[in-house]
């Protein structure tokens, strides 16, 4: 499929992304120097509609725990995860997930679960900073400032 008639069907087809809790937890824990780049890949399903972005159903378990251990406060967690469900979905982690993962044989699981989840959802990439984790390329992996250029790219023109 020629360039211009792929990003054509993009266009009407949508771009799917799972972000990586590192992205999220950027945003909920203001770490510099990354919020503002983060922020921005994790909001651009507000202002691209044809973005759709995720997070697994076992990213929140874990952002939760650590958002609360840095912030000490449920009140503000719970406000920071019904901010962002507002424009940000969940997405299962099943069991065929949790095997796929187990047979990637990563040193990081939690990268490998992220990835089984993406690639049986077809998702369109991963973002993440932690682009040493994923080993694979079958689903491509985008550091935030990289899926911003992508997405403007893609939708811009």
């Not at 360039?3 to 770490?31: P, Q, T, Y």
């Not at 969940?90 to 089984?116: G, M, R």
């Amino acid at each position: 499929m020629p360039i211009g008639a792929w990003k054509g069907w993009l266009k009407n087809m949508g771009l799917h992304l799972l972000i990586d809790s590192n992205v999220v937890l950027d945003v909920f824990l203001e770490r510099e120097p990354f919020l503002a780049m983060s922020n921005r890949a994790i909001t651009l399903s507000r202002r691209y509609s044809e973005v759709n972005n995720f997070i697994s159903a076992a990213s929140v378990t874990d952002i939760y725990y650590l958002a609360y251990k840095n912030l000490k406060n449920h009140q503000v967690v719970r406000k920071l995860f019904k901010d962002i469900f507002t424009f940000v979905g969940v997405v299962a982690v099943t069991p065929e997930n949790i095997h796929d993962a187990f047979a990637l044989n990563w040193k990081d699981f939690e990268d490998s679960v992220q990835y089984a989840v993406a690639k049986s959802n077809n998702f369109d990439g991963i973002v993440t900073r932690n682009m040493r984790g994923f080993d694979d390329d079958e689903v491509k992996i985008f550091t935030p400032e990289d899926i911003c250029t992508h997405v403007k790219n893609i939708f811009e023109e």
